[in-house]
């Protein structure tokens, strides 16, 4: 089904896509030095979605879960590497036969952000599917499929809440675009500007 003939952006699922524009809060909370927490609401106030795992470390591993705590996605990413390279795999596999989406920097080097998404069923790798742009000043960056933009994320920095290790986003996802996928490409790009 599609909204004004837009056709629906679905990665992890099309129970993610919404018939209308939808606007989101993230906050994130670290909780040791090691761990940090995303918790994703609705402008109601209402738990769409967490994400766990660590922070600051090798294993580079997060987990995306809807309220009742059930696995939705498992991100992982390569370290050590000037591309920062990142899997996206269904619930908490790690197999390489669930992979749903691979992110990687456009460049090694880069002055702006330039981040490209490709799905698994895109066997070429030529063209990304997504492409992330944004600047290194903010976490804040939009989220196109092509020349469509589907989604915005303003980061809601002070230096008041970094030191407290709470800080929080606004998310506008645009009608029926899977809004897990991009808090995934979120907490992905959170992870990469982390120091």
């Given at each position: 089904m599609t909204v004004y003939g837009v056709p629906p952006v679905s990665v992890v699922g099309e129970n993610y896509c919404a018939p209308y524009p939808l606007e989101l809060i993230v906050k994130k909370k670290i909780k040791k030095l090691s761990n940090?927490?995303?918790?994703?609401?609705?402008?109601?106030?209402?738990l769409l979605l967490q994400?766990?795992?660590?922070?600051?470390?090798?294993?580079?591993k997060r987990v995306l879960?809807?309220?009742?705590?059930?696995?939705?996605?498992?991100?992982?990413?390569?370290v050590l590497t000037l591309w920062h390279k990142w899997k996206a795999h269904a619930g908490?596999?790690?197999d390489d036969s669930n992979v749903l989406f691979t992110v990687k920097q456009s460049h090694p080097l880069q002055i702006k952000k330039a981040i490209n998404v490709f799905l698994t069923n895109n066997s070429k790798?030529?063209?990304p599917d997504f492409h992330i742009s944004g600047s290194y000043t903010s976490l804040s960056f939009k989220v196109y499929e092509g020349r469509r933009?589907?989604?915005?994320?303003?980061h809601n920095f002070t230096l008041e809440s970094f030191c407290k290790g709470k800080e929080r986003y606004k998310v506008k996802v645009y009608p029926e675009v899977d809004y897990a996928f991009v808090?995934?490409?979120l907490v992905i790009l959170d992870e990469n500007d982390t120091p």
């Open positions: 940090a927490q995303f918790e994703v609401f609705d402008l109601s106030g209402n994400v766990d795992g660590g922070v600051w470390n090798f294993q580079l879960r809807d309220p009742a705590g059930f696995p939705i996605l498992t991100i992982r990413g390569k908490e596999s790690t790798k030529k063209e933009l589907i989604a915005e994320v303003k808090v995934a490409l």
